[in-house]
């Protein structure tokens, strides 16, 4: 894990973030990931302290590895991805405004977990969503 540094202050700070979709719809297809992922490049152009290391999805729910600046709120930063790949996806794909008319795309909620020492474990799990189990289990301990 890489240090950063602001004006007055340096910091190693990743998290990994997970949200789903509204209702758990199953409507993230690789074509609407690539817009996504896009919209989410898009929000780290405006804030260049940002730092995504790791973008999956699986049909239902995202998960990134990210690195967050200590000015700036999870919480923040989760409402303002949330909120940038809403508009560009319901923008482009028509099928997603027909599902939810009355209004966001995504769950309430969201989940985080601080990194630590575990990068580069979470990275291969992160990696690992969407792709088939074929009957075997990848087990991941995290410590």
């Known amino acids: ?10 910091y ?18 690789d074509y609407v990931k690539k817009e996504f992922a896009s919209s989410c490049y898009a929000v ?3 804030y260049p302290t940002i730092y995504i290391h790791t973008l999956n999805t699986d049909e239902d729910h995202v998960h ?9 709120s999870i919480a923040a930063v989760v409402q303002t991805l949330k909120i940038e790949s809403s508009k560009r996806i319901k923008q482009r794909f028509k099928f997603v405004r027909n599902i939810y008319i009355d209004g966001s795309i ?8 601080s990194v630590g020492l575990n990068e580069e474990r979470i990275k291969r799990y992160i990696e690992y969503q969407g792709k ?5 289990t990848l087990r991941l301990r995290f410590s």
Do not use: C
């Not at 894990?1 to 340096?10: I, K």
């Open 106 to 113: 995504w769950s309430v909620g969201y989940f985080v977990s």
């Open 44 to 46: 780290v152009k405006k």
């Open 64 to 72: 990134l590895q990210i690195e967050i600046p200590p000015n700036l």
């Open 1 to 10: 894990m890489r240090t950063r540094q602001l004006n007055h202050s340096a």
């Open 132 to 136: 088939q189990d074929h009957g075997r």
């Open 12 to 29: 190693q700070l990743q998290y990994h973030l997970v949200w789903g979709t509204r209702y758990r719809r199953k409507w993230l297809k």
